[in-house]
């Protein structure tokens, strides 16, 4: 069937479409005694495979296809040569030739440099030289070398072969080979003793090459299997361990050096024999220069260039990424990553420098990862401190290693809460001891701050505010933010997980950390980081976590430098980056996060030891964070990027600075707070309220036992019990209500004691052999003088609130009681064991 007409070589060219091949015959016409031009002889054939989608074409070619063997087989000689072809495709058909060059795997570097290899499975040398690296010059010295009718012939040489054959057959023994390069490959690919059979078997071979594969792949072949001597094949492996060069920067002399060792690679041994090289690459560069196949200029500088070279070790920068990249794509040959050479490199240092202080700490690793935000590339991961410690564990990932995240996932939470319109940075919440069903978390540093702001909470790390907004916008609510934002091993763990999450109970990496603090510097949208260039558009899916209003307020919370996890002591002050960051340190200091961000990149921190011991010194404030300062002072040292901007939809607006409410009348102070239109809570403030008292504010009145003169209305603080409780107990000042009329019959029915412990529903273990009681404890409000203990509805003592009571339980089930002066009661009910 004709497809096409071109000319080539002076020839007219045909193509045919034959059992899903293109095949191209030139056919060169001549004249014969004067009679009709005749066929004569087909000087080249070519394929390639193609696909013909629309009915349309695919009839029409149905239709030429026909013609077209309809003009063959009227042709007489056509015949034998169609019924060679035919014969041929059907055994190509029958005997495919499959080819598995088995490459060593290759690692390179945003510019496509080496970063690392890998030996094949056969513990060889064998890197694969990609067309772009095949230049000019190398083409010409190994066609010119190896095989001049290289671009002409059809895979088989066959005036080669003649005067071989004549010639081995007149001497009795071997004196001539006629070798092309596409027979070479079929050697290199498939070894086979050499006997008649095997050379027709490797005749057949070649044919079949030049059928499925273009000239320059064929070539790639040769120069890709080619022997160097021990366990070096293909002439990148030579460059690479020799030269230290990739292929297409090599030399004029270096490429004739390179291009004469595979016929000899046992007595053409670079490193150990490089006098003799010299002297046969001079040889062939002379040879060179009288068939002028390059400029004799050139040709003089080559002879003149010296060759001391001797084997170098093949490059293993960025283990971790490289071995990680092997396990996960087990097929490619070449795997090219966004890793940035001078940055990985640089980094690596400055870690291994900075370990190496911390010996004395008995703290011996860490890992980091840097994400460029605009391309959303990694562009350096060093996964431990020296890949060759074994003592240390020097092979573990600590980007991937599992560990506890400490406080690194608080901003997401405050984020969460701010879409949700429950709270602003201005909001106020207690950090006042707290019971949450038995879960009784504390800060890092041991202490209570009592009234605080959200803002004040996230930056100073605080976990019982942290707690209380988990608690509100509910646990399953934010494990959905950690599994939108891939985090494993909360998927896998979901149901189990409780309050204890977003103080570092549960499972995260580096990785996932670093992914997701990305976030924040692209308005909220989460996308995974890639390792390669050429990585699944489907990992660059952007999936919003949280908006970008509440993405503004974090990072602004995340950038005050007044906050106590800045580096004590911290040298370079004067140098600090201008980023936002966040700290975490794991339960029993085991391990210390810091992940920070500014507009062009992020960068995760993690610093501890593989084994899993804990470390008195160790914490993300005083030993992560002045590594993260470090690495963003090389990577990023004053940044000319401007600072986030406020989305549209943030303003501001004054609040009351008690309580970060919308002010009431009596809000005398008033600051000014973020919030988010249509989203941030319009509650007005409460934080005091009016109460009417005696003239000397001795007694205090409701409206039901209001008398109709001698009171006053008096402002007076609205506390929480807790946080009543908690003055109580450090005996803080605060200003009081005065006791409830005496005489009034009123019975209250809110605000009633909350028993805080023992906590309901829970089972206490007791030893019977010691003299263990049981604590009783509530909070009660501001109001509230006194309080009575019932155990099974019978009085067990009347006490002041906020005073701790003890008592020795019977076993069972049993029935708590608290009520307070005003009649308001609570019940609970734990089961006591003793043992």
Not at 304 to 332: G, M
Not at 424 to 448: C, H, Q, Y
Not at 513 to 522: D, E, I, V
Not at 570 to 590: E, L, N, Q, V
Request: charged residues 20%; aromatic residues 12%.
């Amino acid at each position: 069937m004709l497809l096409k007409s071109q000319q080539r070589y002076s020839k007219p060219q045909t193509s045919l479409f034959l059992f899903g091949y293109v095949v191209k015959a030139d056919i060169h016409f001549v004249k014969i005694d004067d009679e009709i031009e005749k066929p004569k002889i087909v000087a080249e054939v070519k394929t390639e495979f193609i696909s013909l989608q629309k009915s349309l074409f695919a009839t029409m070619f149905k239709q030429k296809l026909i013609n077209a063997f309809q003009t063959i087989i009227k042709n007489k000689y056509f015949k034998g040569i169609a019924c060679l072809f035919i014969l041929f495709v059907l055994l190509d058909l029958i005997f495919p030739f499959r080819i598995n060059p088995n490459y060593s795997t290759l690692i390179t570097d945003s510019e496509g440099k080496l970063l690392h290899a890998f030996l094949n499975k056969t513990d060889k040398w064998r890197m694969e030289t990609e067309l772009n690296e095949i230049t000019p010059t190398l083409e010409k010295a190994i066609v010119f070398k190896e095989d001049r009718w290289f671009r002409w012939h059809f895979g088989v040489n066959p005036f080669a072969v003649m005067r071989a054959g004549v010639k081995n057959v007149l001497t009795g023994r071997r004196t001539s080979g006629a070798s092309t390069i596409t027979m070479q490959v079929v050697r290199l690919l498939n070894p086979q003793k050499r006997t008649y059979f095997n050379k027709f078997i490797e005749i057949f071979r070649a044919i079949q090459l030049e059928f499925h594969y273009s000239k320059d792949q064929i070539l790639q072949f040769y120069i890709n299997l080619v022997p160097y001597g021990s366990n070096i094949e293909g002439l990148k492996s030579a460059s690479i361990l020799y030269f230290q060069k990739s292929p297409n920067v090599l030399s004029l002399a270096e490429v004739t050096a390179l291009t004469i060792i595979p016929n000899r690679p046992s007595s053409l041994r670079l490193g150990v024999n490089n006098p003799y090289i010299l002297q046969e690459r001079n040889r062939w560069l002379q040879n060179f220069k009288e068939e002028k196949v390059f400029n004799a200029q050139d040709i003089e500088d080559a002879m003149n260039e010296p060759l001391n070279v001797i084997r170098h070790e093949a490059p293993h920068l960025a283990p971790h990424l490289s071995l990680r990249l092997k396990q996960e794509n087990p097929t490619k040959s070449i795997i090219k990553t966004a890793l940035v050479r001078h940055k990985q490199l640089t980094i690596e240092n400055i870690v291994q420098n900075y370990v190496s202080r911390l010996y004395a700490m008995n703290i011996h690793n860490a890992a980091v990862m840097v994400i460029n935000n605009k391309t959303h590339q990694v562009e350096a991961y060093i996964g431990s401190a020296d890949f060759n410690n074994p003592i240390d564990g020097g092979q573990v990932d600590g980007i991937r290693a599992i560990r506890s995240p400490g406080s690194t996932l608080k901003p997401l939470l405050y984020a969460t809460a701010f879409d949700k319109g429950i709270i602003t940075p201005k909001t106020a919440i207690n950090d006042v001891p707290t019971n949450f069903g038995g879960f009784e978390p504390e800060n890092f540093d041991k202490l209570f701050h009592g009234k605080i702001t959200i803002e004040y909470a996230l930056a100073n790390s605080l976990n019982i505010p942290a707690v209380k907004i988990l608690k509100e916008i509910s646990t399953p609510v934010f494990v959905d933010k950690l599994k939108k934002a891939d985090f494993q091993t909360v998927k896998k763990n979901s149901s189990k997980l409780g309050l204890s999450l977003v103080l570092g109970g549960c499972g995260v990496t580096l990785e996932e950390l670093t992914n997701l603090f990305s976030a924040f510097s692209q308005e909220g949208n989460f996308q995974k980081a890639t390792y390669t260039l050429n990585a699944d558009t489907k990992s660059r899916i952007k999936n919003e976590i949280i908006s970008k209003e509440s993405s503004y307020l974090i990072t602004q919370i995340l950038a005050q430098i007044t906050r106590p996890d800045l580096p004590n002591n911290y040298d370079y002050t004067y140098r600090m980056p201008k980023i936002a960051w966040k700290t975490g340190t794991s339960f029993g200091k085991k391990d210390a996060w810091s992940i920070g961000y500014n507009a062009n990149y992020t960068i995760g921190v993690w610093v501890g030891n593989f084994s899993g011991e804990g470390v008195p010194e160790l914490s993300g404030a005083n030993i992560a964070t002045p590594l993260l300062f470090d690495i963003f002072n090389t990577v990023d040292y004053n940044s000319s990027s401007k600072w986030f901007k406020a989305p549209e939809n943030i303003a501001y607006r004054k609040v009351c600075a008690e309580s970060g409410d919308v002010p009431n009348d009596f809000c005398t102070h008033q600051i000014v707070d973020y919030y988010i239109p249509s989203v941030s809570k319009m509650t007005k403030c409460q934080h005091a309220k009016y109460i009417y008292v005696s003239r000397d504010e001795k007694i205090s009145y409701c409206s039901h036992c209001l008398p109709e003169s001698g009171t006053v209305q008096k402002l007076y603080p609205n506390y929480a019990p807790e946080l009543l409780s908690w003055y109580e107990s450090k005996h803080i000042l605060y200003e009081k209500v005065p006791p409830h009329n005496p005489k009034c019959e009123r019975v209250f029915n809110t605000n009633a004691p909350q028993i805080v412990y023992p906590v309901d529903g829970s089972e206490y273990f007791l030893a019977k052999n010691e003299n263990q009681k049981l604590m009783l404890n509530c909070q009660v409000g501001n109001e509230v003088k006194t309080v009575y203990w019932y155990i099974n509805d019978k009085l067990l003592q009347k006490a002041s609130p906020n005073t701790e009571v003890f008592f020795r339980p019977e076993a069972g089930k049993i029935k708590i009681s608290c009520s307070d002066d005003k009649g308001r009661n609570a019940d609970i009910y734990v089961e006591v064991k003793w043992e």
